[in-house]
């Protein structure tokens, strides 16, 4: 038995094979904030791909937006994050550290043992000014959550789209929080992003659909982790007052924090609140039975960087001789890798060539030609490469090559002209 993967060998991996670096790593970094590198964007943008083709292809009645990140801050107030968006925070009278009231348990600091200062309020939203004249300028806020956009744009997907309850709006977008914690890398930042659905449906329906989303989003997760039994439901005993309940989809491996999606019973609270502070009425009138009500929302709200994170400790597998990153093939960065066996024959370097320029059509393609074939597998084991294809010197006799299985590393003997079949079959 392997020992359990530590965030510290994600980290290391990360950085070093190019998914995720620091943010500003020159001047020192910034904590909370993290740049995807260039596998990192290829992973990230797939998996983003693979939500939202199951949100908006999969489902009848499910369109997306892409929604602005700064919006008129009185929505802020219609949501309550300016007067809710709070953590109660203590003070080290000592150190000064601060953390959250919550996490502490004996009344003493968590770094050095001190003293500390009541609970104070403190709001997690990022404010930015807007306006170019110092004394005239606007305060706005950062989005602290992406779905506020949807229930703005609600009335105008409904008149543009013609679409008729229930029906769900879905996006991927940035959200920002003054996090008083940021830490465990990808896990608490203060920029990151979120995929969410908001589905609108009568009052009547909302138990059935809850149960509904809850399933079919644990569903989704399943169908792309490895290791689904390492997927769990949390449920919330404390709820919002709107909400009958609540619960988060979980990676119970995780060495840091669990949660990776929450799914919400918002009822009317949403369009409530912004037709209260909007002035305009945002009801639903049914065209068969005339009756007019505010539909009520079921949400399914996660993280993408937290299912990037949880994902990479789901796939990182420790063998005996060789780091294995046993990713989905639809999640990999590259779905195969071309190796010509020898680096000075030009004949297997052209025909490798072709081969690597004809897949790249059709699929992202690794090229390797460092070192010898056991370091190219190595290093494609590492970062999850499904496949890896070689052209050696019965290529150029026959027109077959060699593809390797990442991760029961057998080797068959394919036409070469078979290989895009042969992947997508896989
Ligand atoms: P937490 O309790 O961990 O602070 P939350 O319950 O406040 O999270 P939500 O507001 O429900 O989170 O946001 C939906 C999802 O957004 C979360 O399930 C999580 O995956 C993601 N998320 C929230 N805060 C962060 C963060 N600071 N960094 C990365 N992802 C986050």
């Not at 608490?188 to 079919?216: A, G, I, N, T």
């Not at 609540?246 to 609140?273: C, N, Q």
Request: hydrophobic share 35%.
């Amino acid at each position: 038995m392997s020992t359990p993967t530590t965030l510290e060998e994600i980290v290391s991996l990360a950085k070093r094979r190019g998914f995720i670096f620091p943010g500003s790593e020159i001047y020192g970094g910034l904590q909370g904030f993290y740049d995807f590198g260039p596998l990192g964007v290829e992973m990230k943008n797939n998996l983003k791909g693979l939500w939202w083709d199951w949100m908006t292809k999969k489902h009848d009645n499910i369109v997306g937006i892409d929604g602005a990140i700064i919006t008129n801050p009185k929505v802020w107030e219609a949501s309550g994050h300016i007067k809710s968006f709070v953590d109660p925070l203590v003070e080290c009278k000592k150190c000064h550290h601060r953390f959250k009231a919550d996490d502490i348990n004996d009344d003493k600091c968590l770094d050095c043992g001190g003293p500390l200062t009541e609970p104070k309020m403190f709001n997690t939203l990022v404010p930015t000014e807007l306006g170019v004249i110092r004394d005239e300028k606007t305060e706005a806020y950062l989005r602290g959550e992406a779905c506020q956009t949807i229930y703005l744009n609600y009335k105008n997907v409904l008149d543009s789209i013609h679409l008729k309850i229930p029906f769900g709006i879905c996006q991927i977008g940035k959200a920002f929080r003054n996090e008083v914690t940021p830490g465990n890398f990808l896990f608490r930042q203060r920029e990151f992003e979120q995929w969410d659905l908001q589905w609108f449906c009568h009052p009547s329906e909302m138990e059935r659909w809850f149960e509904y989303w809850k399933e079919e989003r644990m569903n989704w997760y399943k169908s792309i982790f490895t290791h689904a039994e390492n997927l769990g439901f949390y449920k919330h005993e404390k709820l919002a007052h709107y909400a009958k309940k609540a619960f988060d989809i979980e990676y119970t491996a995780s060495p840091v924090g669990k949660e990776m999606e929450g799914i919400h019973w918002r009822g009317d609270w949403d369009l409530s609140r912004h037709s209260e502070y909007s002035g305009q009425d945002l009801s639903y009138t049914d065209p068969e039975t005339k009756e007019k009500f505010v539909p009520n929302i079921v949400e399914t709200s996660g993280g993408v960087d937290r299912a990037f994170l949880f994902l990479l400790l789901d796939a990182y597998t420790k063998e005996e001789d060789r780091v294995v990153l046993k990713l989905n093939p639809k999640i990999a960065p590259y779905k195969v890798a071309v190796f010509p066996l020898l680096k000075n024959k030009p004949e297997l370097v052209v025909e490798a060539k072709k081969i690597y320029s004809d897949l790249r059509k059709e699929v992202s393609v690794a090229w390797d030609d460092r070192g010898n074939i056991g370091k190219r597998y190595y290093s494609q084991d590492e970062i999850g490469t499904p496949y890896c294809v070689t052209v050696d010197f019965q290529t150029l006799e026959d027109k077959t090559v060699t593809i390797r299985d990442r991760d029961t590393m057998q080797q068959e003997r394919i036409a070469m002209d078979k290989i895009l079949e042969y992947i997508k079959n896989k």
